[in-house]
């Protein structure tokens, strides 16, 4: 079955999918994202992932393209063409095409919008999160405004490759003050010594993960205790557990940093506990 995307106003066939070469979001990341999980045919998270949306379109002042209720109407309909089952919805929203020119364009200019949808194996994703993942830590080279969820990926590339080179999946951003702000696509975790669930306040250093969020939803109704406070690369590596969360990894358990142990090497129980019941408070509209 051929893969179709949605590019301003059209479904196109996947290798048909493009955009022109003076758009902004090619020449100057002047766009931002989302990517949503889709699970059993239906997009979890819609409504947070929209809210953070409209969010990042107003921190950049881009304006909004199209109704919400009509952009819902575009995503399904990519996942729908494309009989994405289990998988994820990826949108992105730039300030459109126009001479280069770094100053805003007329703003009649209208925003791009690209949907695409891509099936994933779920058997695959709990195989990592059965072993757990390596991590390493970066210095975070990165922007004040990471709580916006730019398209100007360049820092967390280039992060994710070092810690692909170095055998690991997920690179931890570090800041000046030795703590860890988050991961290149994902929220940092770790659970210390007495239990508690730590993860960085989302006011400064992280986007405001929507997975994030929901796993501090989920932690409520476990009963576990969350700290919102910075952590230190030592702090993680002497914690019991640590993990990483994201719409596409959910809560996925971290068994080294930088070739250390965490815990006894093995994903922990909180981190698997948190995983499993995720989907069972994340938001599924049918
Ligand atoms: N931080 C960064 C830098 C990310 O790219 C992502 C994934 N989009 C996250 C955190 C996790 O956000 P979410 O839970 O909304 O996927």
Redesign the pocket.
Known sequence: MSRIAYVNGLYVPHAEAVVHVEDRGYQFADGVY??CEVRGGHMV?ER??ME?LVRSLNEIRIRLPMPLAALGVVLRETVRRNRVRNGFVYLQVTRGVARRDHYFPDPETPPSIVVTARAADPAKGEAVAAQGIAIITVPDNRWER?DI?TVG?LP?VLAKEAARQAGAREAWFVDRDGNVT??????AWIVTGDGKLVTRPAESG?????????IMEVAEKLQLRVEERAFTVKEALGAREAFV?????FATPVVRIDGQSIGDGKPGPVARALRENFHKVAEIAR
């Open positions: 989302e990517v998270d947070r992932h953070r990471v969820k990926l967390n988050e991961g290149g696509s994902t929220n992280i986007l405001r993960g929507i997975t994030r969020t929901v969360t994201s719409a596409t990894n």
